[in-house]
């Protein structure tokens, strides 16, 4: 079956950074498009990065030019690396597939906790 670990987060100042991995297992994971979404307390999931199978990547505007995503086909995780990190970066972030199709089943995530 799919599994989904995340792992990296933490507590960090303001300004600071991190890097997150998700390994995945039980997909062929170099076909698909990979994406990083968070939830904060009391909001909606929301999609931070995303790449394809190409490398090609996406980003909304609230993290573009702070975070990278990237990924090692051969290892099949992908990875997050956040700069510049603010206290609205606050959140559980998790990996999934991004754009149509359903979701694998969530991972537990890992908790990134940004202080001012």
């Known amino acids: 079956q799919v599994q989904l670990v995340e792992s990296g987060g933490g507590l960090v100042q303001a300004g600071g950074s991190l890097r997150l991995s998700c390994a995945a297992s039980g997909i062929i994971f170099s076909f698909k498009t990979m994406g990083w979404y968070r939830q904060a307390p009391g909001k909606q999931r929301e999609l931070v990065a995303a790449i394809t199978s190409g490398g090609s990547t996406n980003y909304p505007e609230s993290v573009k030019g702070r975070f990278t995503i990237s990924r090692d086909n051969a290892k099949s995780t992908v990875y997050l690396q956040m700069n510049s990190l603010k206290p609205e970066d606050t959140a559980v972030y998790y990996c999934?597939?991004?754009?149509?199709?359903?979701?694998?089943?969530w991972g537990q995530g890992t908790q990134v906790t940004v202080s001012s």
């Open positions: 999934n597939r991004a754009g149509p199709g359903t979701y694998y089943p």
